[in-house]
Nanobody, 124 residues
Framework: QVQLKESGGGLVQAGDSLRLSCSFS????????LAWFRQAPGKEREFVAG????????KYPESLEGRFAISRDNAQNTLYLQMDGLKPEDSADYFC?????????????????WGQGTQVTVSS
């Protein structure tokens, strides 16, 4: 059974940093693009960061570039999201996802497998 499990969420203050992790069990995703999405209450799920299968290409929405960094360790089947300078508007459930292909996309339909999410709350 394919499983993706996020961890590392929590309650932090504005300006703090947090690192999320996503581990895989079952099928190995070392040849798949991976990504992080987030969803705040009452809002659409939005693309946060994506990374290619070898980790050489990372992409972010312009609004998050410079504060968030995605990385992966294929040997450990783990995906990471380093978040710095957190703001209250970053509060959301964060989800990791595995793409159908080798490269990441900002399009949700490009992702076949999803984790259950981890909650991040940033207080002001």
């Amino acid at each position: 059974q394919v499983q993706l499990k996020e961890s590392g969420g929590g309650l932090v203050q504005a300006g703090d940093s947090l690192r999320l992790s996503c581990s895989f069990s079952g099928r190995i995703f070392s040849n798949n693009g991976l990504a992080w999405f987030r969803q705040a209450p009452g809002k659409e799920r939005e693309f946060v960061a994506g990374i290619s299968w070898r980790g050489e290409i990372a992409k972010y929405p312009e609004s998050l570039e410079g504060r968030f960094a995605i990385s992966r360790d294929n040997a450990q089947n783990t995906l990471y999201l380093q978040m710095d300078g957190l703001k209250p508007e970053d509060s959301a459930d964060y989800f990791c996802a595995a793409a159908r292909g080798s490269y990441a996309s900002s399009d949700r339909s490009a992702y076949r497998y999803w984790g259950q999410g981890t909650q991040v709350t940033v207080s002001s």
